[in-house]
């Protein structure tokens, strides 16, 4: 089945550690994107890439970084210089669309807890 | 800078109909969305609009777009238990978020 698989779903760490979280998937999407959720604030973008080796900051990327490797992958690095970073976090992928809707494919979110 | 806002309660009974609303402020706004999220889980997609059309109806769900005032609505018909879930409204080409409204549906 194609899907995008994010992971852990769960992860703890301590303050002042990097930790990264993983993106993975097999839809052939070009374009991937990594949200922040926080409650009544909704999603929030921190980073999206279109194409390999090539990637945007959102409105909210300090303290984040990303990589485009490949395809396939799109992990995010949450820095000890994020200075509130428990949050629930989804990654999701798009076909970039030539043109029509740009309908999003969301992976189950990794919760990050910093302690 | 742009932004899409919705209300973040509504609260319903099982059998009647579900309102709830969005505004954005991005007048190059192309698509509107409409998401669903699960306790604990990612968004999946309901139902989307172009910004040209002023309705679209999928079975229980009816979108309305006032594109002047921009505006957009999603109806539920015999909103269900099952419906309890948070919803959020969207555009693209950006693909800025609402902060989701949670409904609630009681027996």
């Known amino acids: 089945d194609g899907g995008i698989t994010q992971s852990p779903k769960y992860l703890f760490r301590k303050e002042g550690q990097n930790v990264t979280l993983s993106c993975e998937q097999n839809?052939?999407?070009?374009?991937m994107y990594w949200y922040r959720q926080d409650p009544g604030q909704g999603l929030r973008l921190i980073y999206y890439?279109?194409?390999?080796?090539?990637?945007q900051k959102g409105d909210i990327a300090e303290g984040y970084s990303v990589s485009r490797e490949k395809k396939e992958s799109f992990p995010l690095t949450v820095t000890s210089a994020q200075k509130n970073p428990t949050a629930f976090y989804l990654c999701?992928?798009?076909?970039?669309?030539?043109?029509?809707?740009?309908?999003?494919?969301f992976g189950a979110g990794s919760r990050l807890t910093v302690l | 800078g742009e932004d899409v806002e919705q209300s973040l309660f509504l609260s319903v009974r099982e059998g009647d109909s579900s309102v709830i609303n969005c505004t954005y402020t991005d007048s190059s706004s192309t698509y509107l969305y409409w998401y669903k999220q699960e306790p604990g889980a990612g968004l999946q997609l309901l139902t989307y609009i172009f910004s040209n059309m002023d309705m679209k109806q999928d079975q229980r769900l009816t979108v309305l777009l006032n594109k002047k005032d921009k505006h957009l609505s999603l109806r539920i018909a015999d909103t269900q238990t099952g419906d309890s879930a948070i919803y959020f409204c969207a555009e693209s080409p950006d693909m800025r978020f609402g902060a989701g409204t949670r409904l609630t549906v009681k027996p």
């Open positions: 999701a992928s798009a076909a970039i669309p030539i043109s029509g809707a740009n309908v999003l494919t």
């Open positions: 839809l052939n999407h070009d374009a």
């Open positions: 890439s279109q194409i390999v080796n090539d990637f």
